[in-house]
């Protein structure tokens, strides 16, 4: 599993709106200049967010956005997967994968090890809520300075890995 700057920025979003009193409809702007999250890339965000119905959203004067439910009741393993689609090492361990695996009967490592690692990580997903991040928010607690750390997608570590290494040329002396 890994995590992406949407991720980052939808737990900042969802952290901002778990400190509002229930029902309070939050404009983009001010989820923009609260969280510091630019406000187009805001608003993609926001929009799978209400996909999922993770994020209520009423328009025109006086709308905004809020919570569906107490933060309590909604998870990372949910934020995650509206914003990034499945958590799943690979598709065929996947939940929400449409077809089956072709070598599932066969395949050891899918029983005793792939399958392993998505349960193990939906479980541990599922135990922090909006209202943890919510607490995280109010504590000035900034996960922007998780983005220093996200690792490369897979295409950058490919692209890396075919590019040849070269060596430093010796310093003359």
Not at 20 to 49: C, F, K, N
Not at 138 to 146: I, L, N, T
Request: proline share 7%; with cysteine.
């Amino acid at each position: 599993m890994r995590l992406s700057k949407t991720d980052i920025y939808a737990f900042k979003t969802l952290g901002y709106l778990g400190t509002q009193p229930p029902g309070r409809l939050v404009g983009s702007e001010e989820l923009s200049q609260a969280t510091g999250v630019r406000h187009t890339y805001l608003v993609r965000i926001l929009a799978a967010l209400v996909g999922h119905n993770l994020v209520v959203s009423k328009k025109g004067q006086g709308g905004g956005y809020t919570l569906p439910r107490p933060p309590e009741e909604i998870n990372l393993r949910d934020v995650i997967r509206a914003v990034d689609g499945p958590i799943a090492p690979l598709a065929c361990v996947s939940l929400n994968w449409p077809k089956a695996c072709a070598k599932e009967a066969h395949c050891h490592a899918r029983s005793a090890v792939w399958l392993k690692v998505r349960d193990a990580v939906l479980q541990s997903l599922s135990q922090v809520s909006v209202a943890d991040l919510a607490a995280d928010f109010r504590q000035g607690v900034d996960y922007s300075e998780c983005l220093d750390h996200l690792l490369p997608s897979s295409e950058l570590l490919t692209r890396r890995a075919t590019k040849p290494l070269t060596r430093p040329k010796p310093s003359k002396r």
